[in-house]
């Protein structure tokens, strides 16, 4: 009899606990006043690593004026460029929310996704550059292959768009976001594959090669924060696309909104601009590789 009250106690505290917390989740994201407190946190935060990858892109080319736009420096600048349109899509998200046809809303939510996509795999496309050099492979496949792949992405999710607007049904909406997740876990894999085949060619360097240690540490700490946030993006557009209390796609839900910014692109960019902070050389030995 104890034992049947005690469960019963239990499961009833369990219940209230779950009430409560969702009482708490529903009251932050339906106050507007913790609306634009959140809101204009995330921007505040974007606008902090705007303001980083800014001053590094002035530092390196100071540092390498003699240079054109380097991998380096395109990374930087596109980093500028993706930070500094979601700080100002957050700072004037009420304004964003008034905007007409809908399809608008998803896509100054989704261009940024894109261009966060294209920065880091430009990552990527410069570690499977260094790799096939090292191993005295060709690589003037490399960069057009880069370009055509994010062609391809960026046309079909522009003809998705067009499909949404022209007619909004929930599986067009579905294949949008599906299509997010497998761009974003293509993404992942390219950072274990290449970061990793990088990594352990650096492991197979004399320990006496200047800088080795720190150009391992830097790669391999840059791979895991980079696999690990595209990884946990792909999981997150799985669930908005098919439960609508993980919607992420019209600033509905704050707190989520909340959270989902600040693992998958905040805390990431921050991490690696940290990782990534050395300038070059003012004469470098290794070739710089401007995008053409």
């Not at 700080?87 to 964003?96: A, E, G, K, P, Q």
């Not at 096939?132 to 057009?144: C, E, F, I, N, W």
């Not at 880069?146 to 003809?159: K, P, R, S, T």
């Not at 791979?223 to 999981?235: A, G, K, P, S």
Request: charged share 15%; with cysteine; aromatic share 16%.
């Amino acid at each position: 009899m104890g034992r049947a009250l005690l469960g019963s106690f239990n499961d009833t505290s369990v219940m209230y606990t779950l009430k409560d917390a969702y009482s708490w989740w529903d009251e932050l994201n339906d106050s507007p006043i913790w609306q634009d407190l959140i809101f204009h946190v995330l921007a505040a935060l974007y606008g902090v690593v705007t303001l980083v990858a800014l001053v590094q892109l002035i530092r390196i080319q100071l540092r390498v004026p003699e240079y054109g736009w380097t991998t380096q420096k395109v990374f930087h600048f596109l980093n500028v460029l993706v930070n500094g349109v979601r700080c100002l899509i957050f700072l004037f998200h009420r304004d964003v929310l008034q905007l007409k046809p809908e399809i608008v809303q998803h896509i100054l939510l989704d261009v940024p996704s894109l261009a966060f996509f294209t920065t880091y795999a430009l990552l990527v496309l410069f570690w499977a550059e260094i790799y096939y050099q090292a191993r005295a492979v060709s690589t003037d496949g490399l960069r057009p292959t880069f370009f055509i792949i994010n062609g391809i992405i960026y046309a079909i999710q522009m003809v998705l768009w067009l499909i949404i607007w022209w007619k909004p049904i929930s599986l067009f909406v579905i294949l949008s976001k599906m299509f997010f997740a497998v761009v974003s876990l293509f993404a992942a894999l390219g950072f274990l594959l290449y970061g990793g085949r990088l990594f352990s060619m650096l492991q197979h360097f004399p320990v006496e090669s200047k800088g080795r240690r720190k150009k391992l540490h830097e790669v391999g700490y840059v791979t895991t924060i980079c696999f690990v946030c595209f990884l946990v993006r792909c999981i997150m557009m799985c669930f908005n696309a098919f439960d609508d209390a993980a919607n992420l796609d019209l600033l509905d839900h704050p707190v989520l909104n909340f959270i989902y910014y600040l693992l998958v692109e905040i805390l990431p960019s921050s991490l690696v601009l940290i990782i990534l902070r050395k300038l070059p050389p003012k004469q470098s030995i290794m070739p710089y590789h401007p995008i053409r």
